[in-house]
């Protein structure tokens, strides 16, 4: 990408805000030196990381990168082999290894969230033993310890054991020598490693000894008694051999993490990478940023796009930009007043270009869709340099020639007040010329401009639009509102007097303007604000469409439940009367057993008949009202559950007059009773439309790999493998599967990719890349 542009366009300012992110320099640096990418593939695996972290950080998880620190100075010292680290630099490369232990174990945890992630990062080596090797030798105040090596552990011992013995042989000269005058105080200290008693400068030479040094004042002089010289020189010989076997176990412990030096870099530069995705994840998720959409195809799309840095600055004074372009537009030509936000539209474009180019989440809708550039151009601010003779248009003309030169047909240009600080004429001429050969030669070029003459052409050129910002009709300030199709006005004379112009010269001004001018003025004002009301009436059209579909579903919803409720009270009811029939036939049949007559016994069976051929009417009143019901609401294709049958099945015919309707369980067509049949909900229809054509329910294999290793088998056996894997693995929903092929001849591969590129479960497929495996291996996207 062409590194002026990302000056002007004040890239390095949202890479800097990106980078405080960052836990460690590793990835501070990686930010700051990112490029944006060009290729689709490469940039969707890198949208995806952020996406999968950002997943993460919503599941409650956090990668625990907390303790990362830089440490690559110490590799680089390691280099030479007789290169040793301190305890404390060793006790660090323990705490990076068990960094990288901790991430390798936290990414497999949460590889149901992060797949993408855990199989990028699956390089990774743990270093157990080496941290095992470090922490044993080394505390945790990255001191050697004491055990270290039985030597440095005899040797401690001993002097400690000769510390005690020099300091208790101290304590009696001092006590001895209390009342003499002679100490200047009652202890004993260090000076140089020797130990020394406070003597009064007066009384120097009553105490026999070695002068190692006095006070600032000069009133004590510190002394080394001649009885304690042979044993502090012991002490200090012990002291020497101390030393000498703790440089031993430093050489051995750096010997052993210099042994896993390639290993370690790896780590390195993979926390590295890690460090600077989730800054990524952290910064999008400070920010409420979306991760919007890309193609290779489509036209430009923002939805509510802001500019970044005011967003990121003051969000709440940040305005949203909305901009959609045809795949036929190759040139925007905007205009409006001073300050309407045309530079800053252009600036918008170009920096939410970048960071999406850069996999950065970005401050705009997730319906925005933006095309992959090749390059971005800009032409933004005055770069006049009065020392080197350079004027301003100079300035404009210089950059605009030098990207003029580099523009393909996948550039984005973006040029700002195309055409002046010259001669209008000439400007307006030099600019459809450069706006005419960008338009013919870049994907799209965005140019800001007051002059007449950019209007018109925009209207006549035949991929060209025009675009324009206004003031508020009433407040005649900035609305920040972009209108497509229709050309602003400067509206010059308007923010000269609100900004404190004399009125009279104004009025001057404005009595000046050619007839034709002011009427062009008046026109353009018209049509914005009949533009303006068109687009309020569409908004209210929506808005009522909206309502009145909102109330549709409420009604429908609270025609359901009622109806619902009605066919349940009936049903209710029914059963209640079946149970006092139920009962009153008990009593009846108990009462004809103590009848006195058989006339007595026949008249009362007579009126049970009567009771039960009722109950028996009512009841199929109610089926024939409930069939009828349902001949309403079921038709060919609806769904239906069938309790008696435990099954679910669709619809393919329904005779009325039978009150029957055919039903496909399965594979099987069987007749029923629409009364036997309940209609099922839209939610209940797709969950069992998600079922395979069969009715068969297969079970996620909840330990199904992401990897198939294909090695040894033929093209035949190796295809029907795949077949079936790509299967479970869409049913247990992987996003991806890594196919094992190696390299052989190639055949496989080949045959490989040519069935992958029309399987039902495959959205993509690529080689691995080098830490993936390289070409031995490809890389599915599942759907």
Known sequence: MDPAS???????????????????????EKT???????????????????????????SGGELPLEELTDLRLLWKRLGPEDAKLDAAELLAV????????????????????CPNLYVAFNALTPLNDVERLLRSKINEKGEVRDNASPLL??????????????????EKTILSLRDSYILQDDYFTLR??????????????KMRGIVHGASQTGETIFIEPFEMVDVVNELADLRLQEQEEVRKILIALSNAVRAELNIIELNTALMAELDFLNAKSRFATAHQLSIPGLSLTKPLSLVKVHHPLLYLGARQQSVPLDLGLERDNRVLVITGPNAGGKTTALKTLGLQALMTQCAFPVPASADSVFPIFSNIFAD???EQDVTQGISTFSSHIRNIARILAQVDQESLVLLDELGTATDPTEGGALAVAVLEESGSRAALTLATSHLSVLKQWAHSFLVARNASFRLDEMTKRPSFVLSMDVPGVSEALIIASSVGLPPEVVERATAMLPAGEQQLTELIIVLQEKEQELARLVSEADRIKEAQTTEYEHYKALRDQVEQERRGMRQRLLDEKEHLLAEAKALIESKIAHLPSRESIVQAREELDEMIQEVEAERRTLEQSASAELLESLGEGNWVYVPDMNDHGVIKRVDQEKG???????????????????LLSDAERQQLEAIPATGIHYTPKPDLPYELDLHGLRVEDALERVDKYLDDAALSQHGFAKLQHGYGTGALRKALHEFLASHCHVKSFRLGTVEEGGEAVTIVDLH
């Open 660 to 678: 029957i309707a055919t039903v496909q369980l399965k594979n099987v067509e069987v007749e029923l009773p629409l009364r036997k049949l309940c």
């Open 153 to 170: 552990h005899s040797l401690r011992s001993e002097i400690h054991h000769l510390e005690i013995k020099i300091q208790h042989q101290l």
């Open 380 to 382: 933004i601010g005055d």
């Open 32 to 58: 700051h030196a990112l490029e944006p990418l060009t290729d689709l593939a490469e940039l969707s695996k890198a949208f995806e990381f952020v996406r999968e972290l950002m997943a993460l950080d919503e």
């Open 192 to 205: 140089g490693g020797r130990y020394v008693l406070p003597v009064r400068a007066g009384s120097k030479g």
């Open 94 to 113: 323990a705490t990076f290894l068990q960094l990288i232990a901790r991430v390798k174990s936290f990414l497999k945890k949460h590889r149901h969230i």
């Open 6 to 28: 990302q000056k002007l366009l004040e890239f390095d300012k949202v890479k800097a805000i990106v980078a405080k992110y960052c836990i460690s320099p590793l990835g501070q």
